[in-house]
């Protein structure tokens, strides 16, 4: 069972940041083949952070950690050559806007440090591809 952390402020200066080279939002993980290429890039190029459970327009949505994070972990096994290193952190959230909600909503936060090592996305055909991050983008290279 993972650690479930109370911080206002930082989940408020997450979502005062952009999308860039070092941050993605992500409502959910539905696809364990996309998210692979997202944590990639991260490690390929200077690390970064995977926020889910808030949309592309900022908005907390919520999700089940656990269940993410089985989705995460699943991800990383299937695609990623070699494993990504994952951290993870599960931020509930009972304020939004200044409004206490009825219930408490949970983000998860992915961190992934800048790695030593190349890392490749095991393609279904056997073959691997790089990625890496340029702007809010992960691009093949």
């Avoid at 479930?4 to 952009?18: A, E, M, P, Q």
């Avoid at 219930?103 to 800048?114: D, H, Q, R, S």
């Amino acid at each position: 069972m993972i650690e479930i952390k109370k911080d206002d402020d930082f989940v408020k200066d997450l979502l005062g940041r952009k999308e860039g080279e070092d941050l993605d939002f992500k409502q959910s993980i539905n696809k364990p083949s996309r998210i692979a290429k997202t944590m990639i890039a991260f490690a390929n190029t200077k690390g970064g952070q995977i926020a889910v459970g808030i949309s592309d327009q900022k908005k907390i949505t919520g999700i089940d950690g656990e269940e993410e994070i089985y989705m995460i972990e699943k991800a990383n096994r299937e695609y990623c050559s070699p494993l990504v290193d994952l951290n993870f952190a599960v931020y509930e959230v009972d304020y939004l806007d200044n409004q206490a909600l009825e219930e408490e909503l949970y983000i998860l936060l992915i961190t992934i440090p800048k790695s030593n090592n190349d890392h490749f996305f095991r393609n279904h055909d056997g073959t691997y591809t790089k990625y890496i991050r340029k702007n809010d983008q992960t691009v093949p290279v």
